[in-house]
T-cell receptor, first 109, second 115 residues
């Protein structure tokens, strides 16, 4: 079957670094994406990894290991506005995304 | 990136009525759009893939006669929730792919409350 596993909740303080892990299982895989969703809002794209390794975009980085079916999202210099839900997802050749259950990140001062 | 709009942003209706949700691609011609449903504190679940000019592809467990999808043009897909019931109350979100950038662009969502 197809599935993604990620922690349900993570808490941290401003300025800290947080890593959200994601393991996946699927028969077909093109890449791992990460989306951020604030309460009441729509998901917004953060990053996409098709190849193994680390992709860096400002304070956010994402990593993928295809051999381990594992990836993570790294958030640095946390800010209060980073409090949101973070979803890992994968796609299969241009089809819709399959999402994990989401990780709720709470950042406190 | 692509801009996707949805209308209405929220709707409250009585049980048994039908509700139509529109999803528009404002700057991109989308042959394929996706419809997701999200219950509170849960993940986005794919309901169906909307294909321009042809029938939608529904995910297992989603009733095609209850959730009617029409994709009559490259910029508009509609989802009609027929004979809505309280259990259909949810956040409905459409999206489209930008394969060149390997990302999906989501509409702002429609919050449906069925009384």
């Amino acid at each position: 079957g197809q599935s993604l596993e990620q922690p349900s909740e993570v808490t941290a303080v401003e300025g800290a670094i947080v890593q959200i892990n994601c393991t996946y299982q699927t028969s077909g895989f093109y890449g791992l994406s990460w989306y951020q969703q604030h309460d009441g809002g729509a998901p917004t794209f953060l990053s996409y990894n098709a190849l193994d390794g680390l992709e860096e975009t400002g304070r956010f980085s994402s990593f993928l290991s295809r051999s381990d079916s594992y990836g993570y999202l790294l958030l640095q210099e946390l800010q209060m506005k980073d409090s949101a839900s973070y979803f890992c997802s994968f796609d299969q050749a241009g089809t819709a995304l399959i999402f994990g259950k989401g990780t709720t990140l709470s950042v406190s001062s | 990136g692509a801009v996707v709009s949805q209308h209405p942003s929220w709707v409250i209706c009585k049980s048994g009525t039908s509700v139509k949700i529109e999803c528009r691609s404002l700057d991109f011609q989308a042959t394929t759009m996706f419809w997701y449903r999200q219950f509170p504190k849960q993940s986005l679940m794919l309901m169906a893939t909307s294909n321009e000019g042809s029938k939608a592809t529904y995910e297992q467990g989603v009733e095609k006669d209850k959730f009617l999808i029409n994709h009559a043009s490259l910029t508009l897909s509609t989802l009609t929730v027929t004979s809505a019931h309280p259990e259909d109350s949810s956040f409905y979100i459409c999206s489209q792919n930008d394969r060149d950038k390997n990302e999906q662009f989501f509409g702002p969502g429609t919050r449906l409350t069925v009384l």
